[in-house]
Structures are given as C-alpha cells and as structure tokens.
C-alpha cells in the first residue's frame, strides 16, 4: 500500500508541475496521435451534453473493467488499456483547463467581437445619441457609462461658462496660456466622453453577437472553473497510477483494484459538480439562461478541446 500511495503522490506531483504547458503534458502522457484524434473524435460525438458527457463515456469502460476485478483477474492489456483511456481524458480536462485560465487562445468562433471605438465620433453625436436612447429607456440612465457622460456634459458646461467670464479679464500677454489651460481640460473631457460611450457600443455590440451567434465562452469568468478542473484531474491521475501499479505488481492486487472502484463516487462526484459549476458561471452570461447555457458552455468546451486535440495530433503524426 506505501508503495501505492507513493506512486500516486509522485504521478500527480509531476502532473501538476506541467499542468500549465500543453506541450510538457503531451509529452508526459505520452498520448498517440491517433489517440489523440480518437479523443477529439469522441468529444465531437457527445452532442446531449458535451463535454460532461464525454467524460462519464472516458470513465466508463474503466469502471466496468473494475466492477469486474471483483469476480475475475484483469490482463494486463486490459488494465493498459484501461490506462491509456484515462491518460487521454486526464489530458483533455487538464487542456480544457489551459482553455479556462488562457494559457490556450480561445479559437476564433470563440472570442470576443473586436472593441468599438468613438474616437472619430463628434461630441454632438455622441449626446445626441445618448439623450435618444435614455428618452427611449429611461432606466439607462443609471449606466455607469451613461452617468459618466452626463457627468462629463456637466462639467464641460461648468469649465466653459468659467471660462467666458475670465477670459475677459486676462491680459492679452496670458491669454494664449490661459486658453491652452482650459483646451487641455476640454480635450480630456471629450476624451472621456468618447471612452464610455464607446463602452456603451460594445455592450450593445456584443449583445446582438450572441444573441446572434449563440453562446461564447469569452462571456463567461472561465478561471473560476479551473480549480475544479484540477480536482477533476487529480482522481482521474489516482485512477490511472492505481492501474499502472497493479499492471507493473500483477499479483495480489485485486483488492487494490476492487478498492479503487468502490472509490467511484468521487470522481463521479467532480463531473457532474462541473455542471453545477456552469450554472453559476451562467450568470455572467446575460444573453443565454438556465439550463441553455449550461448545454451551450458543455458543446462549446466539447468544440474547443475537440480543435486543440485534432491540431495536435495532426502535428505529432
């Protein structure tokens, strides 16, 4: 048993260290290429539930294999096999991860819509437009872009109106500094005026993308799912070393075995919390609700493992 633990400790210490670094995994796991593509193959398949659902299919065979430990011994091809199954889901959670914490660029269909800029817009525009659409909904007023504006257009006012009743009694001599002074305000005050307003187009922007479009994961904060994904990693590495040790011992192991399966629930456990995961993180997703979100987050991170997956293993073949 010490011998046991210490190799499941070692595997996932060493897992960990190259969890940030997608080519150090491939090169740990050792994952083929074409089963790498049989991978992406597969996550393309789950379209119920996506990502999820791929995971429960990864586990499944192995915890068929381990229901059986318990009547018969398993060869040690099928525990291999077993093995490298789950040495191919440890890698697409942990690069499912590299997704959510950015060490991976989202794919194209993916990202954000560029930003909208109001940096050649006229100020009479840009208020024009503004009082428009507050006449129109009357609660944009409370804005944070829009309340900035119209903070902006008062102090305009407040500078401008200050400064016809000075002008008149600065010498001719300061005069140019004088205006100078009061243009450098003015120029930062439109500044700013075009930098919210430019806020408020790229709300409305991306709102019609993805109503548009459908979902996207850039909407979504995706670092808070990454520590799940790392638990997640962990009891999938705890399987896959308790394999590879009864693989390598080969007598006397099926309590060993039989033990890791009545330990099931845990990793169970962590798969379906990524759905409940989702729903939290759906909040922050505006434009798609409920369970629509959570189906849409699953078949978006199914698509972008799926791509990353498909990329590699064409490279490394």
């Given at each position: ?51 999820i ?28 096999t ?13 690069v ?46 409370g ?29 001719p001599?300061m ?28 709300e ?16 979504a904060?995706l ?33 060993v ?61």
């Open positions: 048993m010490a011998d046991l633990e210490k190799r499941i400790s070692g595997d996932w210490i060493e897992l960990r260290e190259k969890a940030n670094d997608l080519h150090a995994l491939l090169e740990l796991l050792a994952v083929l290429p074409p089963e790498l593509r049989d991978a992406a193959d597969g996550l393309r398949h789950c379209v119920e539930q996506g990502i659902e791929f995971k429960r299919t990864q586990l499944a065979p192995t915890l068929v294999a381990l229901e059986a430990a318990r009547y018969t011994s398993l060869e040690a091809q099928e525990l291999e077993r093995e490298r199954s789950l040495a191919a889901l440890l890698l697409s959670t942990l499912q991860r590299l997704v959510c914490v950015e060490a991976v660029p989202l794919s194209k269909s993916s990202r954000e819509e560029p930003s909208v800029s109001a940096d050649d817009l006229q100020v009479s525009a840009i208020l024009a437009d503004v009082n428009a659409r507050v006449k129109t909904e009357p609660a944009l007023r804005h944070t872009a829009v309340k900035n504006i119209l903070m902006q257009v008062h102090r305009y006012n407040s500078e401008n109106k200050k400064m016809r009743e000075l002008v008149a009694t600065i010498k001599e005069r140019q500094s004088f205006l100078a002074n009061f243009t450098k305000t003015f120029d930062a005050i439109i500044a700013s005026i075009r930098r919210n307003y430019s806020v408020l187009l790229q409305q922007v991306a709102a019609v993308v993805t109503h548009k479009e459908g979902f996207s994961l850039a909407a904060p670092k808070e799912l990454a520590p799940l994904l790392m638990n997640q990693a962990r009891e999938v590495s705890r399987f896959r070393s308790t394999l590879a040790h009864a693989r390598e011992e080969r007598f006397k192991t099926r309590e075995l039989v033990r890791l399966y009545d330990s099931r629930p845990a990793v169970l456990k962590l798969v379906e919390d990524e759905a409940q995961e989702y729903r939290r993180l759906c909040q922050h997703v505006p434009s798609v609700r409920g369970e629509d979100c959570v189906g849409a987050m699953a078949a978006a991170f199914r698509d972008e493992v799926a791509a990353i997956l498909d990329r590699q293993g064409k490279k490394e073949a």
